[in-house]
Nanobody, 121 residues
Framework: QVQLVESGGGLVQSGGSLRLSCAAS????????MGWYRQAPGKQRELVAR???????NYEDSVKGRFTISRDGAKNAVYLQMNSLDTEDTAVYYC???????????????WGQGTQVTVSS
């Protein structure tokens, strides 16, 4: 059973930084891509950043230049370095993985449990 476990959320002042981590484990055959989504109260979940396992990245416009996504293939992990945080970044951040499990021949979307990021003014 593939699982994604996140860590690194918390409370930070505006202008500060946080680093989120997410590790995938359990019956993985291949990781195609991993990414981070966020959902603020009353809003839809949105893609923040995504990285393919070959290294291609894409970012939501509002985080470009402030957030950096990276991965560690050996650890099946993805990271999100968030700098110059703004109150608008406050949300629950979810790790997502497009992963082929050993029990299937196709990719499955997996989600972490979510980690709260709160930016105070």
């Amino acid at each position: 059973q593939v699982q994604l476990v996140e860590s690194g959320g918390g409370l930070v002042q505006s202008g500060g930084s946080l680093r989120l981590s997410c590790a995938a484990s359990g019956g993985i055959y291949k990781i195609n891509a991993m990414g981070w989504y966020r959902q603020a109260p009353g809003k839809q979940r949105e893609l923040v950043a995504r990285i393919t396992w070959s290294g291609s990245t894409n970012y939501e416009d509002s985080v470009k230049g402030r957030f950096t996504i990276s991965r560690d293939g050996a650890k099946n992990a993805v990271y999100l370095q968030m700098n110059s945080l703004d109150t608008e970044d406050t949300a629950v951040y979810y790790c997502n993985g497009n992963i082929i499990p050993r029990t299937a021949d196709w990719a499955v979307q997996y989600w972490g449990q979510g980690t709260q990021v709160t930016v105070s003014s």
